[in-house]
């Protein structure tokens, strides 16, 4: 079953500009996650933050995580148009460590 | 090796066909799943094994049938499939040992087409 909710549903942007996503989630969870799907394709893991965590980097990206407010967003500066892509947020819960996805952004960065 | 292999990329079948999809990883992995995603939708938990064994099955209908012979290997039966099963599957591992393992790697999945 979906987690929660990202939003926008889609975003479209230059190249060069920065592209903000959000996700909300329902339950309590051990961390989240961003994956990355380039279309029809595998996921691509891109990040982790702990429950812990309030703030985290790696290379362009940025995630923040606000577990008061159950929701996260997931900032990529300086977009490209090779990060034109799905990308979902997923939480982590359960003794089996499932991951569940939320319904994902649809980027285009546009050259 | 980081990578999760996946075989065919494409698969049609007809409904009373049986088939199966395969998935290998060698990154010394004892936790593996099957995903289904349909178009502009996220991926939805099927199953997942640990240590070989099943230990989630997301109320998946009986005419899919997993099955983990080793670690590094996952299959996914299928026999009697219905177009709506139409799908991208996909597979993905992880360590499954502690809180820094719960990245999932996937493969490129298995395109399904049910005639």
């Known amino acids: 079953s979906q987690q929660g909710e990202e939003d926008p549903q889609a975003l479209s942007i230059q190249e060069g500009e920065n592209a903000t996503m959000n996700c909300s989630y329902k339950t309590s969870i051990n961390n989240l996650q961003w994956y990355r799907q380039n279309s029809g394709r595998g996921l691509v893991h891109l990040i982790l933050?702990?429950?812990?965590?309030r703030e985290k980097h790696s290379g362009r990206l940025r995630v923040t995580l606000d577990t008061s407010k159950k929701s996260s967003s997931l900032l990529i500066t300086a977009s490209r148009a090779a990060d034109t892509a799905s990308y979902f947020c997923?939480?982590?819960?359960?003794?089996?460590?499932?991951?569940?996805f939320g319904s994902g952004t649809q980027l285009t960065v546009l050259p | 090796d980081t990578e999760v292999t996946q075989t065919p990329k494409h698969l049609v079948m007809g409904m009373t066909n049986k088939k199966s999809l395969k998935c290998e990883q060698h990154?010394?992995?004892?936790?593996m799943y099957w995903y289904k995603q349909k178009a502009k939708k996220p991926p939805e938990l099927m199953f997942v094994y640990s240590y070989e064994k099943l230990s989630i099955n997301e109320s998946v209908p009986s005419r899919f049938s997993p099955e983990c012979p080793n670690s590094s290997l996952l299959n996914l039966h299928l026999h009697a499939l219905q177009p709506e099963d139409s799908a991208l599957y996909l597979c993905?591992?992880?360590?499954?040992?502690?809180?820094?393992?719960?990245?999932?790697?996937f493969g490129p999945g298995t395109r399904l087409t049910v005639l």
């Open positions: 933050i702990r429950s812990n965590e």
């Open positions: 993905a591992s992880s360590t499954h040992s502690g809180s820094e393992s719960d990245t999932q790697y």
């Open positions: 990154m010394g992995h004892r936790a």
């Open positions: 997923a939480t982590v819960s359960g003794s089996a460590r499932q991951l569940t």
